[in-house]
């Protein structure tokens, strides 16, 4: 990699990465014009190329390469509708639809962004090769093992979205060489050995909170394991984080008490937080802030709602459906969530004047933490009014989103108002929290038939949610919440895989897990069809007549890229 200093100087110039939002010593770190090159190799250099390899994370100019994954996991995955008009960010439409090509620009988007932290990550290891006699042999092992994290998840996003891509690590001349680098490798083995790096050389906390710390490697590794159907190196790993593990800040991992705490601003950092990129406002750039949720919040909601744009995430039915449940408070497990008799209550078709009295039959509170329904609490700042806050509903039906969205009372501090829009927050997105690691021990353990170690993991994710009811002002519940305990004994296989399956969708629901889950338990075909056949018969415009194969398992290869490499050099996925 040459012009190190010239590229660093670059990045520095232009990023920061702010740990946390009581770590004020970040937010005052002045832009460098000059950097030497021996300054880069001293502690302080290698931490703020560290730094660098962080901010990247977020995708900051690139949206589309955050871990949010909402068009990637939550809209493929049909959490949520793309739900503007259908000219409005167009590039989505296609997506939703799976009828994109090569060419789409937010493909483009999300492997250049992506590509650009694993150069970052690659800089911090080609320094360490020539760090200054002053760093010890620890701190450079620390440092390299943060890197290696780093470039571990970038290379998972990678490999989740396009399967094998060109593997560049520090040896690689960023000036000669690249395009040379073909897509053929078996990704998972070079993932495997980052992410073990990391646990290997992290200590188990940080002092500055927004630091990976040893228990997230071993999380991140344990979900690396469970991609690849790795089920006891995974239950060994998971044991240990669920018994043992703590956060960069030396809490002890387990649930928020309260569902909608975990995405407050002042929470930031809690103890369900394993993994979250850092997110701050008001510091001067937009980009240090949650970046791409802006796009997400209510339409046109005015000084008595968050965001105003944009509308382009709306739960889709099916999703909202699937909070419904039985007698006894239990999921509908056998997909009968969309029969007409079992469909939830909404305003689709109605004017904001018309009358209307929400659902009242039983269902999951965590419907109402992560959606936003007509008549019932939208945070703090309302009743949802309905259509009043719905761009098109003909396009993107009733619903709007909730989680991450600020408060009222989070005005001006965790929300950012020096942009186009409000919706820039200093709330963090975790891309990996303890609920998820629950469920995904759980599922491991239904992989291992050890069926009773999975339903009490699951059951203590539903306790949590049953003690969450939505609350209207006066204290009661804003809607017939009925939500209880699997109390019989698991000790069938694929009964216990639908039930562990079916709390990630409510659990983890619009966090960009969903497409993903689906696709490496190989029910995409039958789920998002059914998905499309319903939403699609409502959503004429947006989603009729669309259909989802195998094909769109995987994003293809962008189009420019093998321009600049040659067909012969890097792969095309299949179909494409």
Known sequence: MKNIKARLTMILTTCLMLFAISCDEFLEVEPTGQIGEPQLRTLDGLNAALIAAYSQVNGRNQRMASPSNWVWGSIRGADANKGTDPGDFQSINP???????????????????????????????????????????????????????????????????????????????????????????????????????????????????????????????????????????????????IANGMTSGGVKYDLVPYYDDMFRGANNNHEESIWAYQAAANTGSVNNANPEFDLNFPYNTGPDGPGNCCGFFQPSFTFVNSFRTDAIGLPLLDNSYNAPDNQVKNDFGLESEDPFSPDNGPLDPRLDHTTGRRGLPYLDWMDHPGNAWIRNRANGGPYAPKKYVYTREEQGTFQDNSSWTPGYTAINFMIIRFADVLLMAAETEVELENFEQAREYVNRVRQRAINSPLLRSDGSPAANYQIGLYESPWTDQEQARRAVRFERKLELGMEGHRFYDLVRWGTDVDELNAYLDHDGALLQAALGNANYTEKYRLLPIPQDQIDLTGADILIQNPGF
């Open 95 to 241: 997506i939703q639809r799976y009828e994109n090509d090569a060419t789409i620009d937010i493909i483009r988007e999300n492997w250049a962004g992506t590509y650009e932290g694993i150069s970052r990550a690659n800089m911090v290891m080609r320094l360490l090769e020539d760090k200054e006699e002053t760093v010890t042999n620890q701190q450079a092992a620390e440092i390299a093992a943060q890197a290696r994290f780093l470039r571990g998840h970038f290379y998972f996003q990678l490999t989740r979205n396009f399967d094998k891509v060109p593997y560049v690590d520090e040896s690689v001349d960023y000036q000669e060489g690249l395009e040379e680098v073909s897509n053929t490798q078996d990704m998972w083995p070079l993932i495997e050995a980052d992410f073990q790096y990391a646990v290997d050389n992290l200590p188990e906390t940080q002092d500055q909170v927004g630091r990976v710390n040893s228990w997230a490697a071993k999380a991140y590794l344990a979900k690396v394991y469970l991609y690849q159907e790795k089920y006891q190196p995974a239950k060994q790993l998971f044991d240990d984080v």
